[in-house]
């Protein structure tokens, strides 16, 4: 009888628990089984979206390819690249598409468009290899609409990484579209000699003759400089003795 009232007893407090807690403990447990199943459910709505952006992404490279031949298929892939930014915009894959259509407009001849695309493209803050290639074009981009300290400015600090001689090389190209051309050949060969450093990299002919013409003129120019100096000083020996006679005379 003494368990059988003790097992009353346990049946009665475990009543009084459920009456206090029962409710409390079925909604706990209906948002944890909702919180995993929600879970669960978000992964799999994000993983679709990343195997969709795949496959457009895929498309897009395809239509690519054949643009250079095909003007219907440069429509479509302009097309594919405007779905892409627009769709996955929180995904590389929407950057992809930003840096594409810039290559489209730039090729159209259409530089404040290309300009606006890759703005963009900076400001969804992507890695750092996409990053230093959007910032490329964006110089290559202000450089051609004669904005040089514009294009300077997006070149500007930050680490530049395998994208050193690039960058060195374009930062060359605008000294030089300013009449700068000491800064210009500094530039080119900072380029060279970041070059040299990459061992997949080949020799940059382009590269090569910049800095050749360069140095061709700066060397010219040094001549040119020594010639009128030399004169100068020929003159001035020469003007010593008449300006002597004629004090004399006087």
Known sequence: ??????????????????????????????????????????????????????????????????????????????????????????LTYGVFGGLYKAKYDVN???????????????????EAQLKLQAQVRLAHVLLAQKRYEDAQQVLAGGEMGEYAALIAELRGDIHLAKGEKTEALSAYQQARAALAQLESAGRNALLDMKIRDLEGATATADKAGDSAAATESSAAESAQPAAAAEASAE
């Not at 909604?27 to 709505?45: D, M």
């Not at 259409?110 to 963009?120: P, T």
């Open 1 to 90: 009888m003494e368990a059988y009232r003790t097992e009353e007893e346990q049946l009665e407090v475990l009543k009084k628990w459920w009456r206090d807690n029962g409710q409390a403990t079925v909604i706990g447990i209906a948002l944890a089984l909702a919180l995993v199943f929600g879970w669960q459910a978000w992964g799999r709505h994000q993983q679709q979206r990343l195997e969709d952006a795949s496959m457009l992404y895929q498309s897009l490279l395809e239509a690519d390819r054949a643009s250079a031949a095909d003007e219907a298929q440069l429509a479509t892939a302009r097309h594919l690249a405007e779905q892409l930014k627009n769709d996955y915009s929180g």
């Open 108 to 126: 159209g001849g259409d530089l404040a468009s290309a300009e606006a695309e890759l703005r963009w493209v900076l400001q969804q803050d992507p």
